[in-house]
C-alpha cells in the first residue's frame, strides 16, 4: 500500500518536477543526501563487496549498517542484492530485486516471480533462524531475509556470507528465467 500511495504521490508531482526541477529541491535532496552518504561510506571502506555473479546481475556486499537502494543499483544494474550486515553475534542478510518499474509496465498482469518459500525453507533448516520472505504482487521489490522482519528484532543468522550467497546463486541458477526482459 505504501508503494502505490508513493507511486500515486511521484505522478501528481511528476509535471511541476519536470518544469521546474529546482523549484522542488526537498523532493529529493534528503534522498540523494542518504545515498550520497552510504557511497561515501563505501569508498571509506564501511561497506565491502565481497562478490559479484555479472550472468545473474547479482552482486554481494558487506555492510555494517542499513543499505541505501539507489546506491546499490550503482553496483548491480538490477537491483538483484545479497547484503549481510553485520550483527552483534551474528549476520542478518538480506537478499532482493527488482521484478518491475512502475514507469515500465506495460500491462496489468504481474511479472512472474521467482517462488522464494522453497529457499527459506531450505536456508531455515541450514540456519538456527527462521527465514522469511516477501513476493506481495502490489510492491516491485522481492525479498528473503534472515531472522524475521523487523531488523530490530531479527535474530542474528549463524550462516556465514558465503554460505548464504552460494545458495541464492544456485537457486537463481535453477529459476525459470533470470527476471523479466529489460
Known amino acids: 500500500e505504501r508503494g502505490v500511495m508513493l507511486f500515486r504521490h511521484a505522478l501528481e508531482q511528476l509535471p511541476g518536477l519536470l518544469e521546474n526541477p529546482a523549484a522542488m529541491p526537498g523532493y529529493w535532496e534528503a534522498a540523494l543526501a542518504a545515498t550520497e552518504r552510504w557511497l561515501e561510506g563505501l569508498r571509506a571502506g564501511e561497506h565491502q563487496v565481497l562478490a559479484v555473479d555479472d550472468d545473474l546481475d ?6 555494517r549498517g542499513p543499505c541505501d537502494r539507489r546506491a546499490l543499483r550503482t553496483l548491480a544494474p538490477q537491483s538483484r542484492s545479497l547484503v549481510s ?7 542478518r542478510h538480506r537478499f532482493t530485486y527488482e521484478v518491475e518499474s512502475f514507469f515500465d509496465m506495460e500491462s496489468l498482469e504481474p511479472p ?28 516491485p521489490l522481492v525479498g528473503l531475509w534472515s531472522g524475521g522482519k523487523a531488523a530490530a528484532e531479527a535474530t542474528p543468522s549463524r550462516l556465514a556470507p558465503t554460505a548464504v550467497w552460494e545458495a541464492i546463486v544456485a537457486f537463481l541458477e535453477k529459476a525459470d528465467g533470470i527476471d523479466i526482459d529489460w
Not at 58 to 63: D, F, K, R, Y
Open 58 to 63: 547479482l552482486v554481494h556486499l558487506l555492510s
Open 85 to 91: 550486515e553485520v550483527r552483534g553475534e551474528g549476520w
Open 112 to 139: 512472474e516471480r521467482h517462488p522464494l518459500a522453497e529457499i527459506a525453507a531450505e536456508l531455515s533448516r541450514a540456519d538456527a533462524v527462521e527465514w522469511g520472505f516477501d513476493s506481495d504482487l502490489q510492491a
